[in-house]
């Protein structure tokens, strides 16, 4: 029996996401960045949360985990490098750990770079990819503790996943990376067509998560700086595509 996944907004622009083991009725809140958003969708979807998977330690993905396990009792997993900054945290995780909800079983991704201690979670079965603030439709997270290098690698890592993999990130950022994926590959048909979708859904009101994997590799600039047009859009042709990648980064944080 499939997942059921719930995405729902949270504060002024966080995803939130519940996952559901309809067998067991087990359910997993993607991190907990506001305890009134995630008591509100477990209420519309009728849900009892079980578990509260963390994927890394800043306040707007945090927040919410005392309140709902006050009221659940939920079990709080989150990265263990970052444990001393996760509320009420109950088991510890790391690199090629395995995580249950149900019977779903999700593998935990290193994935440094936006925090030194950031994990994603890697539902194989499901196709789901749980990337907190790492790789973003559209886009890439911050660098606020980890290396340009860091940030590289670990996309690298999860580009690797299957194409049909459904990407769920931690923001609705993705039309403002939009607007910046087309200042830096302007000639890419498949980022036109997709970024003309993305306006016409936030015009509606709707969210544009999950992405497919397959969709980002295609379209997210900070996935394809091996490309000679990325390469080319910040004068770094025929450079180590770290190189490329770090330059794109320092052009998003000033677009």
Sequence with gaps: MPADIHVFPCRSDNIG??????????????????????????????????HILVTHKHPDHVEGIP???RETGATVIGPA???????????????????????????????????LGHI?????????????????????????????????????KLAALPDDTR???????????????????PDNAALAKRAADIEARRARGELTVPSLLGEEKATNPFLRAREQALAAAV??????????????????DRF
Aim: net charge negative; proline share 3%; hydrophobic share 50%.
């Design 17 to 50: 996401v519940l996952v559901r083991d309809a067998a067991s009725g087990a359910c997993a809140a993607i991190d907990a960045p506001e305890e009134a958003a995630v008591r509100r969708a477990l209420a519309e979807t009728g849900w009892r949360l079980t």
């Design 67 to 69: 309140g709902l396990k």
């Design 81 to 115: 490098a970052e444990a001393a900054a996760i509320p009420d945290i109950d088991r510890r995780v790391a690199e090629g750990d395995v995580v249950e909800v149900g019977v779903l079983r999700g593998e935990v991704i290193a994935t440094p770079g936006h925090t």
């Design 120 to 156: 994603a979670y890697w539902f194989a079965r499901e196709r789901a990819l749980f990337a907190g603030d790492t790789l973003f439709a559209l886009g890439c997270g911050r660098l606020f503790e980890g290396t340009p290098a860091d940030m590289w690698a670990t996309l690298e």
């Design 167 to 185: 990407l769920y990130c931690g923001h609705e950022y993705t039309l403002a990376n939009a607007h910046f994926a087309l200042a830096a590959d």
């Design 235 to 252: 004068n770094l042709a025929g450079r180590p595509a770290a190189e490329v990648f770090a330059a794109l980064r320092t052009w998003k």
